[in-house]
């Protein structure tokens, strides 16, 4: 049973405009929420965090929202950047684990 | 400060061999973990460990055996390989719970099982 779910497999957005990354999760005793951006044969890199007792985090052009009624998170990019084209993996942590959605694969055109 | 590394990057075996999978780290961080990455199936978590000499079972342990014997270093050890565990590998480190639990991932290793 999948407990954290990135229902959209890919997403192209036009340079400049904003990109939002969605992610559903399951399990109300998630504590913190996390973002991974991954490029081609690199390993993933942490791109921003959000505690569940908090409904916003933001980091430049990058900001995180969490719906805790819904459980859901959305990550923001604004503006979007040629440089952002990658996968984006949502992940969320209880105790000492961390479990991770399949991934977004975002293309931004030029 | 290398960060976390993995060796090799690539490899190839045949069903039935056995190897193993290094992973060091030099951040001195107490959290180490295995994953593996799948088309379509995101990163699944294979063992990890909170410290030296403690290790447990993550989502598809099966096939694979780890042991952290010192704070660097959690190598992942396939013990008769499968096709079914080509795949490519990524070890982790963070400290233990930070407020963002933040992992730093390694560049990965490819393996294929023929």
């Known amino acids: 049973d999948q407990q954290v779910k990135q229902n959209s497999p890919s997403l192209s957005v036009q340079e400049g405009r904003i990109s939002i990354l969605n992610c559903d999760y399951t399990n109300s005793m998630f504590d913190y929420f996390l973002w991974y951006k991954k490029y081609p044969a690199e390993g993933p890199t942490f791109l921003i965090s959000?505690?569940?007792?908090?409904d916003k985090n933001e980091d430049g052009r990058f900001t995180v929202f969490l719906n805790k009624s819904a459980k859901h998170l959305s990550l923001h990019i604004v503006p979007s950047q040629p440089g952002d084209s990658a996968v984006y993996f949502c992940a969320a942590t209880f105790w000492d684990k961390i479990i991770f959605g399949k991934g977004t694969r975002l293309h931004i055109l030029p | 400060n290398a960060g976390v590394t993995q060796t090799p990057k690539f490899q190839v075996l045949k069903t039935g061999q056995s190897m193993t999978l290094q992973c060091a780290q030099d951040m001195n961080h107490e959290y180490m973990s295995w994953y593996r990455q799948d088309p379509g199936m995101g990163l699944r978590l294979i063992h990890y460990?909170?410290?030296?000499?403690?290790?447990d079972q993550g989502e598809v342990p099966n096939g694979y055996n780890v042991s952290r014997s010192t704070t660097e270093d959690f190598p992942l050890r396939l013990l008769s390989a499968a096709p079914s565990q080509t795949s490519v590998y990524f070890c982790?480190?963070?400290?233990?719970?930070?407020?963002?639990?933040?992992?730093?991932f390694g560049p990965g290793t490819r393996l294929t099982v023929t």
């Open positions: 982790a480190s963070s400290t233990r719970q930070g407020a963002n639990y933040e992992q730093y």
């Open positions: 959000i505690s569940s007792i908090k």
């Open positions: 460990s909170v410290g030296a000499g403690i290790t």
